[in-house]
């Protein structure tokens, strides 16, 4: 009896203490300080050349009267999209190519974990509105114009966007109150579930699976 309960308290003791992990640490591309360089002026630059080119057409169809049609307000909430994808997870990455501690907060990763799989889920339900928007516009063009209106293209545009962000709310909270036993290093440049599951101190096969399905139900 007196080995069974010690076990269990030191169990009980190293998941408490795996719940103290405070940062994680993102390994991102592990090279020589030259190359964290070079590979910051690089990606930096299509960083940029992004957010301007992606900026450019949310700006086209907004000073544009002619451009207020339903295939151009999706592509101008794409490309919205787009800037809000890629800042969940580029400029930290960016500033671990300069960092020498490499470090994330644990809420910070969870939160660029929610915003980088829910802005990736829009994105696949917008990628699928917009092919139906052109496979009307092709196959009934007479129709096309009754059927997709704008105030409808705007309530689509709204489900993709809410839709996206409900989709992984509950697995990730789940996830976050794992026990993390360490260590705190994470061999990717962002927060993913799969290196994050392997530093937990448990088995935790029905949040694995969750994260399979999701995305392949959204997908598919």
């Known amino acids: 009896m ?12 190293n998941m408490s203490e795996g719940n103290r992990v405070t940062e994680f640490i993102l390994l991102s591309f592990p090279c020589p300080r030259e190359m964290q360089i070079l590979l910051f002026a690089v990606f930096s630059l299509t960083y940029v050349l992004t957010l301007m080119g992606n900026g450019s057409i949310i700006w086209a169809v907004r000073l544009d ?16 999209l787009e800037i809000c994808y890629i800042n969940t997870t580029v400029p930290n990455m960016l500033a ?5 501690s490499k470090t994330i907060s644990f809420t910070a990763c969870f939160l660029q974990f929610y915003f980088f799989f829910s802005t ?18 092709i196959c ?7 059927i ?8 689509l545009v709204l489900f993709c966007w809410v839709t ?5 709310p509950i697995p990730i909270y ?18 993913d579930p799969g290196p994050l599951m392997t530093l937990t101190c448990i088995h935790a096969p029905g949040i694995e699976l969750s994260f399979s399905i999701i995305p392949s139900l959204a997908i598919f």
């Open 174 to 191: 789940f996830m976050s109150q794992l026990p993390f036993c360490g260590p705190n290093v994470i061999d990717h440049f962002i927060c």
């Open 65 to 80: 009267q002619r451009l207020h049609t339903p295939m151009y307000i999706l592509l101008a909430n794409f490309s919205f």
């Open 148 to 155: 997709i209106t704008r105030r409808f293209c705007i309530k």
């Open 2 to 13: 007196v080995p069974s309960v010690l076990s269990t308290g030191l169990v009980v003791l």
């Open 120 to 137: 990736g889920g829009t994105e696949i339900f917008f990628l699928s509105l917009m092919a139906f928007d052109r496979y009307l516009a």
């Open 96 to 100: 671990n190519f300069l960092s020498e």
């Open 164 to 168: 996206g962000f409900l989709c992984f």
């Open 140 to 146: 009934q063009p007479l129709h096309y114009p009754t």
